[in-house]
């Protein structure tokens, strides 16, 4: 699709000149414009710069004086589920911890039970408002991991139900297959339950195109750090990119693991010591911090931002979004609480939202920043700049939309294709 977007007030982007430069500079461009052309942002600068390059009969957006940033990439999230759990917020909110009512039989285990009883065609219709909401937060690209199926044909069923979404809905949808409990027919078994992980599950998985990448989730009672160690280099030997949910409840050995086997990120995060941010670092492991789970879970830690910040790491934010530990669609919500809770600043939340999390994603060369030849994913905002974004919240101030040059919210409402 072509669109020439014109009559913004501010953009705002990322300037990636230096992907590693750790000051995260943010281009920041009055009365701007952007020319997409067959889905690609062909130019972008001052709408005076611009307008000349735009042939008569490319369509016009009028961005009548709003921000313009780039899509947001949700780099992090569970978005297709069956059922609810408001039911386990209430009782946390009453005493219960996470792990209690995992314990008990509901967390994980009770999402499994529901998506077992729902068809793929029952999961779609039920993902697609949550696609839409995601949209109508800014998110262009998100992040769709498996793992509430636990068993081969229910994980299968859920992976079908987000290629079927990536067909139905604008928002890019990129699947990870995510090995997140043992199912409660196996808790006996768990070392056959593992071994068909590795030889029969993520083989499937491999062979079908059904993932990019694989995701543990690496904590105490779940699994261990050896058990994720043999999980994930089986993932990697098959070529996945891997990743891991690490570090939440404790010093699980997973952020450790991610440095040691070079995963494209570490999520979670909350308790992190000195060696395992240096091993990070040094292993160049994108650090997603999900700091609207921290603030619905409501009894840990906030991930150390600032130091992992200063020391030069990688760092995203992302909603986690999934039905027990936090329950949102909105990045820029998760952008208000990284900023009180984790005092990152306007520039390193932009970077957290967009370039750094399409690192997590290993789609930094094509999305995540408004530059020439990346994918034309824009969003319009009314709001007068940056650092109003965070600020005002808990409302929505989408204007309009789109992705790959195709708008898809216009004026606030959905366009008729999504
Ligand atoms: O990222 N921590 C593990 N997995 C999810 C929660 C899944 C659930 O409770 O349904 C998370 O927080
Ligand atoms: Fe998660």
């Not at 996470?98 to 039970?113: D, H, P, R, V």
């Not at 949910?245 to 450790?256: D, E, I, P, V």
């Not at 921290?294 to 991930?303: E, H, S």
Request: with cysteine; proline share 5%; charged share 25%.
């Amino acid at each position: 699709m072509d669109l020439f977007i014109k009559n913004i007030s501010r953009l705002y982007t990322p300037r990636v000149a230096d992907s590693e430069d750790i000051s995260r500079p943010v281009m920041d461009i009055s009365d701007a414009a952007i020319f997409i052309s067959q889905g690609r942002i062909e130019a972008v600068g001052t709408e005076k710069e611009i307008a000349s390059l735009v042939p008569e009969k490319v369509p016009v957006l009028d961005a009548q004086q709003r921000v313009a940033l780039p899509g947001f990439v949700d780099c992090h999230a569970h978005p297709v589920f069956a059922g609810e759990r408001s039911h386990e917020f209430h009782k946390r909110n009453a005493g219960a911890t996470y792990l209690q009512i995992a314990k008990e039989g509901g967390g994980i285990a009770s999402s499994a039970q529901a998506l077992k009883n729902a068809s793929v065609e029952a999961l779609v219709q039920e993902t697609l408002p949550r696609l839409n909401r995601f949209l109508l937060s800014g998110t262009t690209t998100l992040e769709a991991k498996s793992g509430y199926g636990l068993e081969w044909e229910q994980e299968r069923k859920q992976l079908a139900a987000i290629d079927e979404l990536n067909k139905k809905h604008p928002i890019e949808l990129i699947p990870t297959y995510l090995v997140h409990s043992i199912p409660a027919s196996r808790k006996n078994d768990r070392e056959a339950f593992i071994d068909e992980v590795c030889e029969t599950m993520l083989p499937e998985v491999a062979r079908n195109h059904l993932a990019q990448a694989v995701d543990i989730f690496c904590e105490e009672g779940v699994f261990s750090e050896e058990e994720s160690r043999k999980i994930l280099l089986r993932a990697k030997q098959l070529g996945f990119d891997i990743k891991l949910h690490a570090n939440q409840f404790g010093h699980s050995g997973g952020a450790r693991l991610a440095a040691e086997l070079g995963a494209v990120s570490a999520d979670h995060l909350e308790h992190l010591n000195d060696k395992e941010i240096d091993a990070l670092i040094e292993n160049k492991v994108t650090c997603v911090l999900l700091p609207a789970c921290v603030f619905f879970l409501g009894d840990l830690p906030y991930p150390p931002a600032r130091k992992l910040i200063e020391r030069g790491a990688r760092v995203a934010i992302a909603t986690d979004m999934n039905p027990g530990s936090s329950m949102t669609e909105s990045l820029p919500l998760a952008m208000t609480i990284a900023a009180i809770y984790c005092h990152m600043t306007p520039a390193e939340l932009l970077w957290a939202a967009t370039f750094d999390a399409a690192r997590a994603l290993k789609r930094e060369t094509s999305i995540g920043s408004l530059e020439v030849g990346k994918e034309g994913n824009v969003t319009l905002w009314d709001i007068p700049h940056l650092r109003y974004l965070s600020y005002h919240f808990g409302n929505t101030f989408l204007t309009d939309a789109v992705i790959s040059g195709q708008v898809v919210v216009a004026n606030g409402q959905l366009s008729d294709e999504s």
